[in-house]
C-alpha cells in the first residue's frame, strides 16, 4: 500500500538534493514528475494520518474521490507539461518540484492550517514563475494580492477555531453544520476572499491579466491548467464539503461566480492577443466551476474543471509556443499559422471545441450533464447565463480558429505568409504532449465512461454534497 | 483591548495597501497587516489566569491553567512565512527598481493594486 | 494585575499609534524604522499574553532580520529612495 | 478621492469585521478563551485519546512526547507536517531571492567605514552568538525558542560580520549545500517513521522523562536540522540582498 504522502515527500526531498547537486536538477525534476506520476496509479482510497495521532489533533491527508481526481489531474498534466516545455525550464526545476508537491499538498490534505501552509508554498512558487516574463510589476502585483488573500483566509481560519476549537475539515464541518449558518457568515465570508484571489473570481482577479499575458509555453499552461485547477479543487473541497453556506450567502456568492463568467466571456470577446482571449476565458470558466461548486453540484463541476484543464493545458502552450518562437501572440499576424502546423492546429481546434462543448469531445459530456444537473436542481436562471457565456466563448473561439487556420490577406502560404519576423516552430516533443493531451478530450467525448469511471466512482460525489470520509471523531472524547 | 489592536492593525495595513503607490510602502503595510493578524491569533488564545504553555521546575504539572498553546505554534508558521514573503516582495521591489527606475506603482503605469 | 491591564492598554494604543504613523510618513526610512518599533510592540504583547516562544521568534526575526533586508533593499535604491 | 474611497470601505470593513466577530455566538471575549474546549487541551494532556494522566515535569516517563515545552510538542510532534511546509516555503522564496538576484555582482558598500572597536568587537561576539543560537535551537523542547529563532541568531551572527567588515564574505555554495542536506535529512526522518510505524513524522524514538536533555525523542534532532536550515537560509538571503553595483 502506497502511502499518499508520498506524493508530497518524495518532491520536496528532490527539491532539497537538488540544491546540493546543482548540475542535475533537471533530471531530478523529470525524474520527480515521472515518480508522481507513477505513485497516483497505485494509491488506495482512505485515511492517512501523519506523525501517529488521530485526528483532528495530528494532521491528516484525505484520499476520496474528489481528491484522487484532483491528484490524477495535478500530477498528469504537470508530467506532461514540464515533459513539453523542458527546454523553458531556466532555472526553475527546483521550483517546479516545490511546486508539485504544494499543489498536492493543497488538494491532499484534511487540515485547515495545513491547506494554508500548502496554500503558501504553492502561491510562492507561481509569484517565482511568473517573474520569468522579467515583467517585476505584474508579479509583485500578483504577491501582494496573493499575500492579502491568504492572510484573509488564515483570518477566517483563526475565528472558526476560537470559537469550534479543532481546525481538522471533518471535525469542523460536523460542529458548524450544527449551528445557524447567519454565524458562520463572516469567517466564510474570509474565506472566500482569501480563496477567490487565487480562484480568479471577480473583484480579486486584478493579479491575472499582467500575470498571464506574459506567460511563456511552460509558465502559461501550469498557471492555466494546474495550477488553476489545484486552487478550485480546493474551492470545491472547502466550500461544497466543509463550510455551510446560509441560503442567502450561497446566492450572492452564486451570482458573484455568474458575474464573474460573464464578464470573463465579454472581455475576451473585445482582444484580439490570443493570450489575452485565452486568460479572460481562463476567468470564465473559473467563474463557472466555483459557480457550480457553490450550487453544491460537485460532480459536474469536478467534469467541467477537467475539461477546462486539459483544453486550457493544449491552448496556452500553443498559444505560449507562438509567443516564444515568433515574438507576438497577436491573431491578425498569425493568419493562416496553423496551415503549416497541422497536428498542433488540430489540437488547439480540438481543445477550443472542446471548452466551448461541441459533441464529440470531452467537453460536450461535461457542459449536458452541467446543464441537466443545475436543471433539476430547480436553479433556472443560472443555465441561462452558463449558455448565454458559451454563446460568446463559442463566438470568439470560433473567429480564432478561422483566423489561424486560413491564410493572410495574399492568399499564398509561404514563409511571409503571416506577418512575424520570425518563423513559427513547434518542437516536436510539444507535438506529441498536444497529441496525448487532445486524444484524452476525443476519447471523453467518444466514450464517456472510460474516462468518467477513471476519474471519480462515478455518481457517488454526485449525491454526497457532504464528505465522504467523516470518520468517528467522538471515539476516545 | 490588545485583540481590538490586532484588528485595528489588520484594517490599517488594508487601508496602507489600497492607498499607496510606494512599493516599500505597500510592503510596509502588508507587514503591518501580518503583525495585526498575529496579534488577534495569540489574543484568541489567550487566559488572564492562564501561565506560559511551559512545564518547568516551578509550573510543574498538567493540572495548572495554560493559556492555548495552538495558536502560538500557529504564530510562529505564519511568522516565517510572512519573512519569506516580504523577502520574496523586496527582491522584485528591487528589480523593478533596476527595470523602472522608480518605486513609483503609479508611474510605471501597471494596474494598481487593491 | 490592574498595572497589567494599563500597560496593556498603552501597548495597545502605540500599537495603532505607530502603525498609523508608519503607513503615513513621508520618508520611507522612517516608515520602516516605525515598523520595527510596531514588531518591538508586537513582541511586547505577545510576552504579555503568555507567549515566550512567539515572543523570542518575532524579535529575532519580525524586528531584527526583516528590518534588516528592508534597510539594505532602500539602501541599494538610496539615492531615489529617499525622496519617496 | 482615492483615500477618501479607501476610507470608506476600510470603515465599512471594520464595522463587518468588528460586529461580525463579537455577535458571533462561543467567541471567547479577550482573556477568556476555553482550552479546555479545543484540541489544545489534549496537546497539554500530552495524550491525544483524552485518558486523563497526569504529566509532571521530571517525573512522568515515556508520554506522547515528551517535550517540556508544549508550543514544542505541536509544532514538530503533533503539527509537523506544518513545520515542514513553513521551512519549505522559506526554501523556496531563498530559491526565487537567489534567481531574481542571479545576475548581480560584487557588493554593497556602506558610506560608514567600521572602526577598529567595532570590527574587533563583533569578532568577539559573533562566536557567542552563534553557541546562542545552537543553544537555543538544542534546548527548543525544555524553553521557549527552537529552530527558527536559533536558526534566525546564526543568520543575525553572520550579518553582523557583514557590517562590521566591508570584505567579508561566506562561501555561498557551502550553505546552500548545508540547506540542501538539512532539508533532505527532515524528510527523510519523516520517511523513516514512515518505515518503522506507518506514518511519516512519527516520534520515533524514545520519550524518556520530561524536563532532561534528552527527553523528547525525535525534537531535538528536528530542531537542530531546522536551525542548521533557517541558518543557511536566512544568510542566503542576506547574502543576495548585499549583492549589488560597487559604488
Same mark, same amino acid.
Given at each position: ?5 508520498? $506524493? ?11 540544491? !546540493? ?79 508539485? &508537491? ?14 494554508? !501552509? ?10 517565482? $514563475?511568473?517573474? &520569468? ?44 453544520? &450544527? ?19 487565487? !480562484? ?65 466571456? !465579454? ?17 470564465? @470558466? ?14 459536474? &463541476? ?174 476516545? @472524547? | ?10 484594517? %490599517? ?10 512599493? %516599500? ?25 492562564? %501561565?506560559?504553555? %511551559? ?5 510543574? =504539572? ?11 505554534? *500557529? ?12 523577502? *520574496? ?10 527595470? =523602472?527606475?522608480?518605486?513609483? *506603482? ?9 | 494585575?490592574?498595572?497589567? /491591564? ?16 508608519? #503607513? ?24 504579555? /499574553? ?5 515572543? #523570542? ?28 | ?121 563583533? +569578532? ?51 550553505? +546552500? ?65 548585499? +549583492?549589488?553595483?560597487?559604488?
Amino acid at each position: 500500500m502506497v502511502n499518499p504522502v508520498l $506524493l508530497i515527500a518524495l518532491p520536496l526531498l528532490l527539491a532539497f538534493v537538488s540544491i !546540493v547537486f546543482k548540475a542535475y536538477k533537471n533530471n531530478l525534476l523529470v525524474f520527480g514528475t515521472l515518480l508522481n506520476a507513477g505513485l497516483v496509479l497505485t494509491l488506495n482510497k482512505g485515511q492517512y494520518i501523519i506523525g501517529g495521532f488521530q485526528p483532528p489533533f495530528g494532521i491528516n491527508l484525505v484520499l476520496d474521490d474528489f481528491a484522487l481526481t484532483g491528484i490524477l489531474i495535478i500530477n498528469g498534466l504537470f508530467l506532461v507539461i514540464t515533459l513539453m516545455s523542458l527546454e523553458k525550464l531556466e532555472g526553475f526545476a527546483s521550483v517546479l518540484l516545490v511546486a508539485l &508537491a504544494g499543489l498536492n499538498g493543497l488538494v491532499l490534505t484534511g487540515d485547515l492550517f495545513n491547506l494554508f !501552509v500548502f496554500l503558501e508554498i504553492t502561491a510562492i512558487t507561481a509569484y517565482i $514563475l511568473s517573474s &520569468a516574463s522579467k515583467e517585476y510589476r505584474y508579479a509583485f502585483n500578483y504577491l501582494v494580492l496573493g499575500t492579502l488573500g491568504s492572510g484573509l483566509y488564515l483570518f477566517g481560519l483563526i475565528v472558526l477555531y476560537a470559537v469550534f476549537g479543532t481546525l481538522n475539515m471533518a471535525d469542523l464541518s460536523v460542529k458548524m453544520a &450544527a449551528v445557524d449558518a447567519s454565524q458562520l457568515v463572516l469567517p466564510s465570508l474570509l474565506i472566500f476572499i482569501g480563496l477567490a484571489v487565487e !480562484v480568479k473570481i471577480l473583484p480579486f482577479n486584478g493579479w491575472v491579466k499582467g500575470v498571464y499575458s506574459g506567460t511563456n509555453s511552460l509558465v502559461g499552461p501550469l498557471f492555466a491548467s494546474v495550477y488553476a485547477a489545484g486552487m478550485l479543487f480546493v474551492f470545491g473541497r472547502i466550500f461544497a464539503q466543509v463550510i455551510p453556506l446560509g441560503t442567502y450567502l450561497r446566492t450572492s456568492l452564486v451570482v458573484l461566480g455568474a458575474l464573474t463568467l460573464l464578464a470573463g466571456e !465579454v472581455a475576451a470577446l473585445s482582444k484580439t492577443r490570443i493570450r489575452e482571449i485565452l486568460l479572460y476565458s481562463s476567468i470564465g @470558466q473559473s467563474g463557472l466551476i466555483a459557480a457550480l461548486f457553490l450550487s453544491g453540484l460537485v460532480f459536474v &463541476a469536478v467534469m467541467q474543471l477537467v475539461n477546462n484543464a486539459l483544453s486550457k493545458a493544449i491552448l496556452f502552450t500553443v498559444a505560449g509556443q507562438m509567443a516564444d518562437s515568433t515574438g507576438t501572440d497577436e491573431g491578425e499576424e498569425l493568419q493562416g499559422a496553423f496551415l503549416e502546423h497541422k497536428i498542433a492546429g488540430v489540437g488547439f481546434t480540438i481543445a477550443a471545441l472542446s471548452l466551448i462543448g461541441l459533441p464529440l469531445f470531452y467537453g460536450f459530456i461535461s457542459k449536458m450533464n452541467l446543464l441537466f444537473g443545475i436543471f433539476y436542481s430547480d436553479n433556472y436562471w443560472l443555465p441561462v447565463v452558463i449558455l448565454l457565456g458559451t454563446v460568446i466563448e463559442g463566438t470568439y473561439m470560433v473567429r480564432l480558429l478561422v483566423k489561424l487556420w486560413t491564410p493572410g490577406d495574399e492568399g499564398i502560404v509561404s514563409e511571409k505568409a503571416f506577418a512575424t519576423e520570425r518563423p513559427l516552430t513547434i518542437q516536436s516533443s510539444k507535438v506529441m504532449g498536444i497529441v496525448v493531451l487532445s486524444v484524452v478530450l476525443l476519447i471523453g467525448g467518444l466514450l464517456p465512461a472510460v474516462i468518467q469511471d477513471n476519474l471519480t466512482d462515478s455518481g457517488s460525489l454526485l449525491d454526497e454534497v457532504t464528505p465522504a470520509y467523516l470518520f468517528d471523531l467522538k471515539g476516545g @472524547q | 483591548m490588545i485583540q481590538y489592536a490586532g484588528i485595528m492593525l489588520i484594517l %490599517i495595513g488594508i487601508y496602507g495597501l489600497l492607498t499607496q503607490s510606494n512599493i %516599500i510602502k505597500i510592503i510596509v503595510s502588508l507587514n503591518i497587516f501580518e503583525l495585526g493578524l498575529n496579534v488577534f491569533i495569540i489574543s484568541v488564545g489567550f487566559v488572564r489566569e492562564g %501561565i506560559a504553555p %511551559i512545564l518547568t521546575s516551578v509550573n510543574n =504539572h498538567n493540572g495548572l491553567v495554560f493559556v492555548d498553546p495552538l495558536p502560538q505554534a *500557529l504564530v510562529l508558521t505564519a511568522i516565517v512565512i510572512g519573512l519569506g514573503t516580504t523577502a *520574496l516582495g523586496l527582491a522584485f521591489a528591487r528589480s523593478i527598481y533596476r527595470q =523602472h527606475g522608480t518605486l513609483n *506603482l503609479d508611474e510605471i503605469g501597471g494596474p494598481s493594486n487593491g | 494585575m490592574n498595572s497589567l /491591564m494599563v500597560l496593556e492598554i498603552m501597548v495597545a494604543l502605540l500599537l495603532i499609534l505607530l502603525s498609523l504613523l508608519a #503607513i503615513f510618513s513621508k520618508k520611507l526610512i522612517t516608515a520602516i524604522i516605525y515598523l520595527s518599533i510596531v514588531s518591538m510592540l508586537a513582541v511586547l504583547s505577545f510576552a504579555l /499574553m503568555k507567549a515566550p516562544d512567539v515572543a #523570542i521568534t518575532e524579535a529575532v526575526i519580525g524586528s531584527g532580520l526583516v528590518t534588516a533586508v528592508f534597510l539594505f533593499t532602500l539602501f541599494s535604491m538610496r539615492k531615489e529612495g529617499e525622496k519617496e | 478621492m482615492k483615500r477618501i474611497f479607501a476610507l470608506v470601505l476600510v470603515a465599512v470593513v471594520g464595522i463587518l469585521l468588528f460586529s461580525g466577530i463579537y455577535s458571533m455566538e462561543g467567541f471567547p471575549r479577550y482573556g477568556e478563551a476555553e482550552v479546555s474546549e479545543r484540541v489544545s487541551m489534549s496537546y497539554i494532556d500530552k495524550n491525544v485519546t483524552r485518558e486523563n494522566q497526569e504529566v509532571v515535569f521530571g517525573v512522568s516517563e515515556n508520554l506522547e512526547t515528551g517535550s517540556a515545552n508544549i508550543v514544542t510538542s505541536i509544532i514538530v510532534n503533533y503539527r509537523s507536517f506544518d513545520t515542514l511546509g513553513e521551512v519549505t516555503v522559506l526554501f523556496v522564496s531563498a530559491l526565487g531571492v537567489s534567481l531574481l538576484f542571479g545576475s548581480f555582482e560584487g557588493r554593497l558598500r556602506s558610506r560608514y567605514k567600521p572602526n577598529f572597536i567595532l570590527r574587533t568587537g563583533s +569578532k568577539v561576539v559573533f562566536p557567542l552568538i552563534l553557541v546562542m543560537g545552537a543553544y537555543i535551537f538544542i534546548h527548543g523542547h525544555l524553553s521557549p525558542g527552537g529552530g527558527f529563532p536559533g536558526g534566525s541568531m546564526i543568520a543575525s551572527a553572520i550579518l553582523l560580520m557583514y557590517l562590521a567588515d566591508e570584505d567579508f564574505r561566506v562561501r555561498i555554495d557551502d550553505f +546552500k549545500k548545508t540547506e540542501g542536506i538539512a532539508g533532505a535529512m527532515y524528510v527523510l526522518l519523516g520517511l523513516v517513521g514512515l518505515m518503522i510505524s506507518n506514518y511519516f513524522l512519527s516520534n520515533f524514538l524514545d520519550t524518556g522523562t520530561v524536563g532532561t536533555l534528552f527527553s523528547a525523542g525525535i525534537i531535538p534532532v528536528v530542531y537542530v536540522l531546522v536551525g542548521l536550515k533557517v541558518g543557511s537560509e536566512l544568510t542566503g538571503i542576506i547574502t543576495d540582498f548585499l +549583492k549589488g553595483e560597487v559604488e
